[in-house]
């Protein structure tokens, strides 16, 4: 039976992934880093949640001059424990028929994080190659959003891709990717 997921092994889950993946954190040390986790036991909260549905987050960036590091989901693909959810609240409630389980807007914000935007998934697409058979929704503009739509992003033939949708839609591949500033 599998040892459920806490604070404690979540250090060393993370601390495992920071050590297997030091292109996304060139220049940092762990150490600095779990002290400063130690420090905030709501967002230790918020990257288990962000471990359990699939995230698998990594550090990818620490600001200086803020004393901020940015944990950001890094699974290969869209987070499993996150798909087939509609864009927000507004969207979920317009259903009429076949709604989701959910919205990506509220179980990030439930989650204790940030659904990615879109500069910020281009600058994890720079870490790697995500989303190569999946999507991920990203924080919409107002403006797009007050018509109805949502976007997404995925990447295809080397390329990151934005595309637009109803933001009521979902889909057995498309989820959501979470940022954290600790």
């Known amino acids: 039976m599998e040892e459920p997921m806490t604070e404690n092994n979540i250090l060393d889950i993370l601390k495992r992934r920071f050590e297997t993946h030091p292109e996304r ?3 940092l040390e762990w150490y600095p880093i779990a002290e400063r ?16 549905t699939g995230g698998e987050p990594d550090v990818v960036d ?24 509609c864009y927000d609240n507004e969207a979920l409630e317009a259903r009429k028929e076949f709604k989701p389980m959910g919205n990506a807007i ?10 990615l935007n879109e500069e910020q998934y281009r600058m994890l697409q720079s870490l790697g190659e995500f989303d190569l058979k999946t999507s991920s ?25 934005v595309y637009h ?3 009521q839609s979902y889909y057995g591949s498309r989820a959501f990717r979470c940022i954290l500033y600790v």
């Not at 986790?37 to 359990?52: C, F, G």
């Not at 600001?63 to 959810?85: M, V």
């Not at 797009?144 to 990151?160: C, H, P, S």
Request: proline fraction near 5%.
């Open 25 to 27: 954190h060139v220049g």
């Open 37 to 52: 986790l130690h420090q905030y036991p709501a967002k230790l909260r918020s990257l288990v949640l962000m471990e359990q």
């Open 62 to 85: 620490y600001d200086a001059t803020k004393n901020i590091y940015t944990f950001i989901d890094c699974s290969p693909e869209t987070p499993k424990g996150r798909r087939s959810l």
């Open 106 to 115: 509220q179980m990030a914000q439930n989650m204790g994080a940030d659904i």
């Open 137 to 161: 929704w990203i924080l919409t503009p107002s403006a797009i959003r007050k018509l109805g739509g949502a976007i997404f992003a995925d990447r295809r033939y080397d390329t990151v891709f």
């Open 165 to 167: 949708n109803g933001a």
